[in-house]
């Protein structure tokens, strides 16, 4: 195999971690000045654009160490068998990468996951000789993401965490039987094992000993987990489900649901075409209102027979117009766990409402001025100013926010 130049690295390795939805690209126009003209790029390879919980738009270096690897997980295009173009960085080669893009100022951090080479010990170890390289000889205060890798040793999932901001661990499907059929070497006990200890450790490291000195930091941002969605038969309530289960046994920061694409060469038992991106935006949406705003699973896959969400309609609005007898609700008087129900209204609206009507009786433009999407909300709420008359019961309301049909073509 001839060698390769570290632009062609980096574009195979940046592409295939593209499949990674651990770090959301902000979705923008393709802008370059390669030609000479102007400046700036919005898409550099391996650069991608995450969002932090406070709005800001951070651009990471989102590379695989290697898409070599030693299982042959179906779903995966980086799979043993897989026909793919192959490449390997070196561990000085994504250092110098890092710093070298960090001081020109195009990223604000790394973003590193790798296929499997040797063994998961050896890979890991890589893994963590890059982050620990980057933090202790370069003095790198940028944010590190790693995604860790479960059957590693863990040791080495604990020196990972000293170094990196966060860490990862996909559960890759949202059932173990699935897990089983798709990617039989990997074990989901093993899996959910690691993600128990990594809770344990980041609970320990948050405690004084006897004198009142902290322990090492360990992985301050926390650890996430991705699912593929569409690439077996689970609906969307059996998704949340192990969402809900992973919140709550594990206290991840985050769930990422990536919509499967159709790779070459793929298994017969995968399905031909990629599933709809709206499902795997529906599910962002569903995840929101089970973490955020007081629904529980069965209120918001409780609104269709075969467990799956309205793509037409979003959760929370899907909701309301099957519990139409909650509204129309008195914004002035409603309690907040009601107010968040309402479409159209955010957990900062909702906050906003609570401090002023303190203060004075709300109308309608202040509400619009809240920012709250009036469009949804008004055929659900009551105000000094404003009823909705019949239009909260009227049989055409879920008309009023469907998409209007398609005429599909035959040519």
């Known amino acids: 195999m001839s060698k390769l130049s570290l632009d062609s690295k980096l574009a195979i390795l940046s592409d295939a971690a593209r499949y990674d939805a651990s770090c959301a690209s902000s979705g923008t126009t393709r802008r370059d000045s390669k030609d000479g003209k102007g400046l700036g790029s919005t898409e550099g390879s391996g650069i991608c654009h995450a969002y932090a919980p406070d709005g800001r738009c951070i651009s990471l270096l989102k590379i695989l160490m290697t898409n070599f690897c030693i299982y042959d997980c179906a779903y995966c295009v980086n799979r043993v068998s897989s026909n793919t173009p192959r490449a390997r960085f070196s561990v000085e080669e994504v250092v110098s990468l890092t710093i070298e893009f960090y001081r020109r100022n195009y990223i604000e951090g790394l973003f590193l996951s790798s296929g499997i080479i040797r063994s998961p010990d050896a890979t890991m170890e890589d893994m963590v000789r890059i982050a620990r390289t980057l933090r202790e000889k370069h003095q790198f205060r940028g944010y590190i993401h790693l995604k860790t890798i ?28 699935s897990v089983q059929a798709y990617a039989p070497e ?6 959910r094992r ?28 926390g650890q996430s987990t991705q699912m593929i969605v569409g690439a077996d038969l689970s609906t969307d309530a059996t998704i949340l489900g192990t969402a ?18 159709p790779i070459p060469d793929a298994a017969a038992a995968l399905p031909l075409i990629r599933p709809p991106l709206q499902r795997e935006h529906r599910l962002y949406q569903a995840d929101w209102l089970l973490r955020f ?7 918001i896959t409780g609104a269709r027979a075969d467990g799956n969400l309205d793509l037409e309609i979003d959760p929370k609005l899907a909701w309301a117009l099957a519990n139409r007898q909650h509204f129309p609700l008195d914004v002035n008087r409603a309690p907040r766990e009601m ?17 002023t009507r303190t203060h004075r009786t709300l109308r309608h433009d202040d509400l619009a001025r809240m920012g709250a999407a ?38």
């Open 374 to 411: 009036m469009k949804k909300a008004r055929a659900f709420i009551t105000l000094t100013d404003w009823t909705p008359g019949a239009l909260t019961d009227s049989a055409n309301l879920r008309a009023r926010f469907a998409p209007p049909p398609e005429q599909l073509s035959l040519f």
């Open 293 to 299: 705003y007081g629904f529980d699973l069965a209120e």
């Open 186 to 191: 990997k074990n989901p006990a093993t899996i």
């Open 150 to 177: 479960p059957d590693a040793a863990p040791e080495l999932i604990e020196q990972a965490g000293l170094y990196a901001d966060r860490l990862s661990m996909n559960v890759e499907l949202p059932t173990d039987a």
């Open 194 to 221: 690691a993600m128990g200890e990594f809770r344990t450790r980041k609970e320990a490291s948050t405690d004084r000993s006897h004198t009142g000195k902290r322990p090492p930091r360990f992985a301050p941002a």
């Open 339 to 355: 107010l968040l129900r309402v479409p159209g209204f955010g957990t900062k609206t909702v906050g906003r409402i609570l401090a």
């Open 244 to 261: 809900t289960r992973l919140y709550g046994d594990y206290r991840l920061k985050r769930v990422y649901y990536s919509a499967f694409s």
